[in-house]
């Protein structure tokens, strides 16, 4: 029985979800951070469980070819996968989804599945930061340690140096009193909004938040004070036009969202999932688009031309910017603020040709996924971040008569065991 501090020599066999990989130590699963599939490391077991151990690789023994030198800590959010050439970084993703759906969907994958590459450095257009004094970063994983997230290089450094700013001025002004803040910019890179997160019963003033917009570049920045209020200086939105969203399936319009709105983060990949989400959608008949945010896909599909989409989002920054953009595109389009699951619960006997499903990580809820499935919608087009809930979803389609006929996947975020993937289901009785 292996145990915490001991140091072994490992054959590292697979990868496993969430960046680490797995070896064997007399039967016992070691997961192991800082290595690949088919590498002989001497690894330090950092803890052990009743069923798993987890370890470091301290010393490479017999390195992959795939191995390059990582700047920075690997720790530090962004950077799990750095040592690992790109190449083989995609087929690593590739592999955990395609174990996520043998081994908890029961559906083994007998087809290659395609991983969209992305440039590794400056991809990232939202982020959220820690804020400590003057200092920003993520958290070391497992830590509230703050680490430098310049390093990672995700962000644009000119996204790094504004938000340097806006700690440094809240620093001066009132120090302590914003626990993180959110930036979102466009995809261009020129237009930049952001969202501070306050310490509880916390308050800021308006003119902070002025000067920090005008000393900053923002377009606008916002805060919610104790009980919710929100502050705002400017217009704290990013606009982005839906012609280049759409690869110019829409001519014109735009798409605008706040620094508090959920949204994509890729910005060379934004696109194409985009387009991979609108031909997996029939002309004919309504589009239902389930965990909308601010109508990503629903107001694209609107611009390019479809007549019957409804949206259904429940946060409540996201809702508001869905209303703003589907209102140019109305009555083609319809806005639903609502839970998912009360808003199908309301709509009964009425199916749509095509629901597209954008869940968090922790995929469909099991009660709106009964809803979709009784409502015997003929398509379904899941747009996922976890492989395991995803699989998880899978499985329960399958059992409710749907076939998987397509599933790829993009990666949004390089260097970093996470993939998004796109499956599409068609119903089969």
Known sequence: MLHEGQQVELTIEKPAAGGRMIARHFGQIVLVRGAIPGERVQAWIERVDKR?????????????????????????????????????????????????????????????IDVAGSPEHGYRMRARLHVQGTRTGFYREGTHQLCDAALTRQLLPETIATVRRIAASIDRAAGGSVTSLAITENIAGAQRAAHLELASGAAIAPPLLDRIVTDTGLLGLSARNAGGQLVVSGDAVVIDPLPVITGGRAVSGDLLRH????????????????????????????????????????????????????????????????????????PKIAAQIARVEDYLASRRGRPAATTI????????????????????????????????????DTRRLLDAGYLLTSLRAFDLFPNTPHVESLAIFERTK
């Open 259 to 330: 620094a508090e709105s959920f949204f994509q983060g890729n910005r060379y990949l934004l696109g194409d999932l985009v387009n991979a989400v609108v031909a997996a959608v029939p002309q004919s008949g309504e589009v239902l688009d389930l965990y909308a945010g601010v109508g990503l896909f629903a107001v694209s599909l609107a611009a390019a031309g479809y007549l019957e989409v409804t949206a259904v989002e429940g946060d409540r920054a996201s809702g508001a910017d869905l209303r703003r953009n589907a209102r140019p595109y109305e």
């Open 52 to 112: 798993l151990a987890f370890a470091v690789a301290r010393e490479v023994i017999e390195p992959s070819p795939d191995r390059r030198e990582a700047d920075g800590d690997p720790l530090c959010g962004g950077a799990l996968y750095a040592h690992i050439c790109y190449p083989r970084q995609l087929a690593i993703k590739a592999d955990v989804l395609r174990d996520a759906f043998a081994r908890l969907g029961r559906h083994p994958i007998d087809f290659a």
């Open 357 to 392: 499903v954008d869940p968090p990580r922790t995929g469909i809820s099991k009660e709106a996924l009964e809803a979709v499935i009784t409502h015997r919608t003929p398509r379904i087009v899941y747009v996922s971040c976890d492989p395991a809930t995803l699989a998880r």
